[in-house]
């Protein structure tokens, strides 16, 4: 199997032939306020794509910058109250922001990238990049800011498949900008006053938007620039923006330009405005990260999902049977296991893995690898209850399910499993109580204690080897 992603820049899917090291650079967070769940389904989409190149034995350097100069970062540095001038606070806001970041996607168990450099770290660099495209022709200063010429890069528009003409249609300057082409972007924004800035060759200042990207991805990764993720909206200007930057800068762009479809609430944009706005911390309130983690697997990470709470219940029921099924495999093999030939589950599991494998090297279709995942369950779920299991086909099963799942970071919830399996002393007594009144067949007793336990939330399954329990959680 080979596989493919499908590359904005071509509109096509192409087959993925990189050897080595690969690098990987995702537009990241500009912290000025709360992450919402938009914010967490690109960075879980991302946390995929990386896991599973490394599942399939690819050395991966993950990149991940963060936008901590901004105008959303100024603004909001002036509406709120904080300590020192306007640079201090916005500081302030910009760490703030960024540890509320951190913390949510902890908490939702995605892994740090391997770099997370801040634009405010790059700044020699990023004037260094700007000097070197003046110099070759393709920027120009001009009352102290410094502007990209677009119309000196051939192949600009290609990845958004924009002409110029259309561009140009509506673009205007505004009045104090010292643009050539109201199509010209800038690199470097003169400073005003009370604004953050830094020196430049130009004057004091602060750095565009885009170049920070084209710095940071050639800095981090230089030859192993391969793949370049980030959200559809960020696909004009921005992302055409990057690729114009480095390529006349001379330098290496990636390979593959990959881009996650964007969230909707209930059909609509997520806005404050609308009271529609999402936070993470929010969410995670009410349902536990793997239901939110199961519910963006739904949609194809390229194509918009909307999301409601009646699907996140709904996703909420699905990851219990799975927990369901762990645990029921958990307490079969505890008991004295019926001697049947387990070649036959084996084997389905088998035909799953391979489906599950397709699916990802298909452009990580991630719906259709939750599907394997489904089938999976349901094999198992079918060997098990026709006794037509052994204690290494459940082993092995178990070893398959958690090992796919795991490149979605599912199912691997310790506490979950210990809140399951643990008892108190009443609880235990009940249940004593309960395997000496079957024993003795004495059936009234045995039901009463049976429905006494379900109250508490505890369920029970008696087999011909035994009895095996599980709390519903």
């Known amino acids: ?26 537009c990241g967070p500009t912290v000025y306020d709360e992450p919402h769940i938009g914010h967490a389904r690109s960075a879980y989409i991302f946390d995929v794509i990386v896991r599973y190149l490394r599942y399939r034995k690819y ?18 540095a002036k509406r709120e109250d904080g300590h020192g001038d306007l640079n201090a606070r916005c500081k302030e806001i910009a760490d703030k922001y960024l540890d509320r970041y951190h913390e949510d996607m902890d908490a939702l168990g995605l892994a740090r990238p391997d770099k997370e450099p801040k634009a405010t770290q790059v700044i020699k660099d990023m004037t260094e990049f700007i000097t070197h495209l003046i110099k070759k022709g393709f920027a120009y200063a001009a009352s102290g800011s410094v502007y990209f010429n677009v119309r000196k890069f051939n192949d600009y528009g290609k990845l958004s498949g924009q002409s110029l003409d259309d561009m140009a249609q509506g673009a205007r300057v505004t009045p104090g900008e010292g643009k050539k082409d109201p199509l010209d972007f800038a690199l470097w924004k003169a400073s005003k006053e009370n604004e953050p800035s830094w020196k430049s060759p130009w004057g004091d200042g602060r750095p565009g938007w885009h170049i920070e990207c084209s710095v940071m991805s050639t800095k981090y990764l230089k030859k192993n620039f391969v793949i370049h993720g980030g959200g559809l909206d960020l696909i004009f200007p921005h992302h055409e923006n990057e690729i114009a930057q480095t390529v006349c800068a001379g330098a290496k762009s990636a390979d593959y330009w990959v881009h996650n479809g964007l969230l909707t609430i209930n059909g609509q944009k997520m806005s404050k405005s609308v009271g529609n706005f999402v936070t993470i911390t929010d969410i995670l309130k009410k349902y536990h990260p793997e239901v939110l983690k199961l519910f963006f697997m739904s949609g194809h990470y390229r194509s918009p999902i909307d999301f409601t709470y009646d699907k996140m219940d709904t996703t ?16 079969r093999l505890s008991l004295q296991p019926p001697g049947i030939d387990g070649k036959r589950l084996t084997g389905e599991i088998d ?30 779920n079918s060997a098990i209850n026709q006794n037509k299991w052994n204690k290494d086909s459940l082993l092995y099963s178990k070893k398959s399910l958690l090992e796919s799942s795991g490149i979605f970071g599912l199912f691997n919830d310790k506490d979950e499993f210990k809140k399951r399996r643990e008892f108190d002393k009443e609880e235990k007594a009940l249940i004593d109580e309960r395997n000496k009144a079957r024993k003795n067949k004495d059936f009234n007793a045995s039901d009463r204690i049976r429905q006494e336990l379900l109250k508490r939330g505890i369920l029970l399954e008696d087999t011909k080897e035994g009895t095996v329990w599980r709390r519903k959680v």
Request: proline share 2%; net charge negative; with cysteine.
């Open 1 to 26: 199997m080979t596989l493919e992603i499908y590359n904005t820049l071509k509109r096509e899917k192409e087959p993925f032939v990189k050897k080595g090291n690969v690098g990987i650079y995702v």
């Open 59 to 76: 050395k991966v350097t993950f990149v991940r910058n963060v936008t901590d100069v901004d105008d959303k970062i100024i603004d909001k």
């Open 316 to 331: 909420r029921e699905v990851r219990e049977r799975f927990y369901e099924l762990i645990d029921n495999i958990d307490n």
């Open 351 to 380: 035909k799953c893995k391979e489906i599950f494998l397709q699916a990802m090297d298909d452009d990580f279709n991630m719906p259709r690898a939750l599907s394997a995942l489904h089938m999976m369950m349901n094999a198992t």
